[in-house]
Structure formats: C-alpha cells, structure tokens
C-alpha cells in the first residue's frame, strides 16, 4: 500500500473473483454496503465514507478490475465488470448487499440493480446518470463536449502518457480541486500519485475502451429498478450535466434526488459529511427503519 494513508485505516484483504485477485478495503459490523468507485479512483475514494457508514454496516470498497492493487487484465466489458461484483460478494458469504456507486463504480451499480435485482438491497448513485438517460445525454452537443476524453481515450497508449505527465501533478489536482488546501489534501495528493506511478492508469481507460468497442444494448423496455434508490448529484460537475438526472424516476420505483449546490464530480470527497449523512439516511429508509 502506499505510505501515506488516511486518519482512520480500514482493514485491507484479498478475495478471488471472476478469475482476477481483488484488492477490497473493509470495517464494520452489519449488513454489507458495498461502495463502487470511478474513474481514476480505487478503495480510497471512499475514506471519508467507511468510517461513518462503518458504524452500522459491514462496509466494503474493493478496487475495481485494472485499478490500485486489483488484477489489471481484461476484459473490461461491463458484463464482467459485474459479474467481478457479483464474484465478490460471493467470496464474502454474501448473496446480496446495498450498493453505493460514484461515476464508472455507478454505471455498474445501474446494472447491477436492473439485471440481478436479487443481489441489490438498495442503490446508491453519486454522479452518474442512468444508462438510459447516458444515452439520450450523448445525443446533445453540449454533453459531448464534456465528453471530449472518452473519445480521446480510444487511442493507444497516449493517453496513458498524457495523464502522467509531471508526475500525475495535473490530474491530481483536478481530482482534489474541490478540497481546501491543506495537510489532508496533500496527503491525498500523495496518496492518488504514489498508486498511479505504481500501478498505472491503463486499467481504468481500458474501461472506457471496452465501452465504445464492446457496447452494451438496454433491453427494450428498459428493467426497471426496484430496489430503493436515492440519487446525490454535485450540480457543477465539469464532465456530466445536471440535465442528465432529470426523468431518472421513470425508470426507479423508489426514488430520491438531492442536488448539492457548489459541489462538483468528486462529490463524496468535496462534501463528504453531506454525503455521509444522505447515505445513512438512504440506508435507513431501505431497511424501513430511521437514524432517529
């Protein structure tokens, strides 16, 4: 693991899934909430969420399939990408769990929730439309000019060298660039840049290269979601539009919106106790039961 790590320290373990080895971090006691994480992120994207959540559930967060300390080997299709979670929960004893997913680490949560309903308890989606309304999105201008780098990323090996220039300096920044200046973002800084020199990106945009090469098609009509669902958006996210969340209900039983004014992509990390504190609300009203 890289040296710097955060104030509170999950345990970090190993599980055989889907034929790659899973790096995951854990704490707590209860049912499981598993957190999925996006691009370019892995179990630490979630450090300020295990704590809080680790109060009452058995908390996972693994590296995904070509991230940190996870198997970097395709494919990367978002078939498998499930089916790595699936395998997971497995590993673990469980048949089933809460589901709480920001960007790619959300697309697979969507479908996970829509093709194994079993296997979801209930759904959390930070910043990341449904695939449906994805789709749609990709058919307006101004979303595809926000989209611009998952194009660039078809090419080979350039980007690859594009996001490590100075050390990963400039990525880092634009990761962190919602959190003050301070002992704890350069701790974060490091953390982010010491796994990248480590493990390298290539996983991670192998992701978005599957996706434009290996495409996957909704069923017509699309399944709908019937697990509870809350949706936490940070409004000024640079790559994802607001208007991508709107009709998001015609396609979720249950369903919760809350906008975060202010906050941008990384929302779980720029606002983290807001976060923590939808999430455990979510997590209350799925179990039928409150924080009080």
Known sequence: MPETAPAFEPEHHYADTNGIRMHYAAAGEGEPVVLLHGFPECWYSWRKQIPALAEGYRVIAPDLRGYHETDKRGPYDTTTLQEDVLGLLDALGEDSAHLVGHDW????AWQLAMGYRQAVRSLAILNIPHPALSIKGLGSIAQLRRSWYMFFFQLPWIPEQFLARNGYRQLANTLLQGIPPGEERSADLAFYRQSWEEHG??????????????????TDPVPIVTAPTTMIWGEEDFALGKELTVGTERFVED?????????????QQEAPERVNELLLGHLARARGGSDG
């Open 105 to 108: 680490g959300g697309a697979i």
């Open 201 to 218: 990106l290539s996983g991670g945009i192998n992701w978005y290269r599957a996706l434009f090469r290996s495409p996957r098609r909704l």
């Open 255 to 267: 369903f919760e919106l809350h906008y975060l004014p202010g906050v941008g992509h990384f929302v």
